[in-house]
T-cell receptor, first 113, second 112 residues
């Protein structure tokens, strides 16, 4: 069964460091997303991406965040200068159309010290 | 008013019990509704979509009341494996498109 894959599964970094989280969406999907979940909190939307550009972003997705689809398969989330409050589980998701089921990866846990 | 609001629980029920979860949403223009399930420290997974006429999938029944902006999930004959957090999910923009907004979830614990 096709799945969304994410790397790394866990990353520990120092405050102020840059972090890149990687995702490989399901191959025939066209819409890509990043969500995050702080421990004990709800799943929060960060950004959606379609046709090689951001289609929507939340207030959380400030200038410290960026996304890129550098080739035909990878979809990355970069945090330029991490803060303690960036510690969370980051989920990549994809779907075929802009409606319907959203398929999530297993997540990348980011710990900022 | 929060975009998607759920009773956080936890709901502690014995095996075989029937349990109901409720959810309210604030965007009256939303047209896509889902229940996702999330196991501890795992990713959310789709349990079922919610249709206007109500829909059933085995032991699970979902209902939608657009006038009240209310969604429900009923689990009959609950199993130990149903223990998880159940997330009410609604699309953020009008119509059926746009990013999905998650409720905080209702935790269910099914005991032997």
């Amino acid at each position: 069964e096709p799945e969304v894959t994410q790397t790394p599964s866990h990353q520990v970094t120092q405050m102020g460091q840059e972090v890149i989280l990687r995702c490989v969406p399901i191959s025939n999907h066209l819409y890509f997303y990043w969500y995050r979940q702080i421990l004990g909190q709800k799943v929060e939307f960060l950004v959606s991406f379609y046709n090689n550009e951001i289609s929507e972003k939340s207030e959380i997705f400030d200038d410290q965040f960026s996304v890129e689809r550098p080739d035909g398969s990878n979809f990355t989330l970069k945090i330029r200068s991490t803060k303690l409050e960036d510690s969370a589980m980051y989920f990549c998701a994809s779907r075929v159309e802009n409606t319907g089921e959203l398929f999530f990866g297993e997540g990348s846990r980011l710990t900022v010290l | 008013r929060k975009e998607v609001e759920q009773d956080p629980g936890p709901f502690n029920v014995p095996e075989g019990a029937t349990v109901a979860f409720n959810c309210t949403y604030s965007n009256s223009a939303s047209q896509s509704f889902f229940w996702y399930r999330q196991d501890c420290r795992k990713e959310p997974k789709l349990l079922m979509s919610v249709y206007s006429s109500g829909n059933e999938d085995g032991r699970f029944t979902a209902q939608l009341n657009r006038a009240s902006q209310y969604i429900s999930l009923l689990i009959r004959d609950s199993k130990l494996s149903d223990s998880a957090t159940y997330l009410c999910v609604v699309n953020g923009r009008g119509g059926s498109q746009g990013n999905l907004i998650f409720g905080k979830g209702t935790k269910l614990s099914v005991k032997p």
